[in-house]
């Protein structure tokens, strides 16, 4: 979208980038974005990145703005922009949950809010992600046991190291790919630490599933078989929304569309957002 002349997560002379998934990398003569999306985003592009912290205003152009905590990986963000006439808080992708090796998120009031609609229907409600984690080591131990190597499918940045940090507080060693100890090790820069990759790792760790399904195989996402997932599912999105009591909502990504509808029938002012749309407000 872009908001006058700011980008969030769109390209624009001044971006905002939210987090460092590259569906929503940016191009920008400025982007600001956290000090970690700025280093997992250098692992694959370029680009001149202003760093700013959660919680610390700041301005872009002359507009006030603040950072504040995503949850949906390290470093995530969603912004609060004090605009002429009110405010406005895009989540960028987000999860109400606290996961392991992300922040944990927190929303502000706003009149305006962005939310992304990822999951934005009733159909998606997932497990906490402690139920998730139970049902994940539940898979790991019985493949073990039965003499297997689990196989976990999961996305490289982000969910990977998740996935890591889980395996590693119960035990278990893992062997994951290389682009995936790449991002791990940034992880480690800002804290997150994982003492349990190995060559021979006892659970092995992959980024594409082969089309034939295995027994001992299992992908790790919200649309996969074990709903771990760093997104929120329809009624964290719920939350977030009665969170920032917002008076007109703009619903973005994946369901948007259903998403605004339902919000629409709950009597709320609710519109599905092009990615790229610019508004004016
Ligand atoms: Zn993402």
Redesign the pocket.
């Known amino acids: 979208m872009i908001i006058g002349n700011i980008g969030l997560d769109s390209s624009a002379r001044v971006a905002f980038q939210?987090?460092?998934?590259t569906?929503?990398f940016v191009s920008g003569e400025v982007i600001f974005a956290t000090k970690a999306t700025k280093f997992l985003s250098h692992l694959r592009k370029g680009g001149f990145y202003k760093e700013v912290e959660f919680g610390k205003t700041f301005y872009i152009d002359d507009l006030k703005a603040k950072l504040y905590p995503a949850g949906?990986?390290l470093g995530?963000a969603g912004i609060k922009l004090w605009l002429e006439n009110g405010t406005l808080f895009y989540t960028?992708?987000t999860k109400w949950f606290k996961l392991r090796t992300a922040e944990k998120s927190r929303f502000p009031r706003a009149d305006v809010l962005i939310i992304e609609a990822?999951f934005g229907v009733p159909h998606f409600t997932f497990p906490s992600p402690r139920e998730a984690e139970k049902k994940l080591i539940a898979f790991v131990e019985e493949a073990l046991g039965k003499g297997k190597r689990p196989t976990l499918y999961v996305n490289q940045m982000?969910k990977a190291q998740e996935v890591m940090k889980i395996l590693e507080i119960h035990g278990y060693t893992v062997k994951a790919s290389r682009e995936m100890v790449k991002v791990a090790r940034i992880y480690s820069k800002f804290g997150i630490a994982f003492g349990n990759i190995a060559e021979d790792g006892e659970v092995l760790l992959r980024s594409n599933r082969p089309p034939k399904a295995n027994p001992w195989e299992l992908t790790v996402s919200g649309f996969g078989q074990l709903k771990l997932s760093?997104?929120g599912d329809f009624w964290e999105l719920m939350r977030i929304v009665e969170k920032v009591k917002p008076e007109k909502i703009f619903t973005v990504y994946g369901y948007a569309r259903e998403f605004a509808r339902i919000l629409k029938g709950l009597g709320y002012d609710a519109h599905p957002l092009e990615r790229d749309s610019h508004l004016n407000l």
Do not use: L, Q, R
Request: no cysteine; proline share 0%.
């Open positions: 939210s987090h460092a998934h569906d929503h949906h990986m995530s960028g992708d990822t982000g760093n997104h």
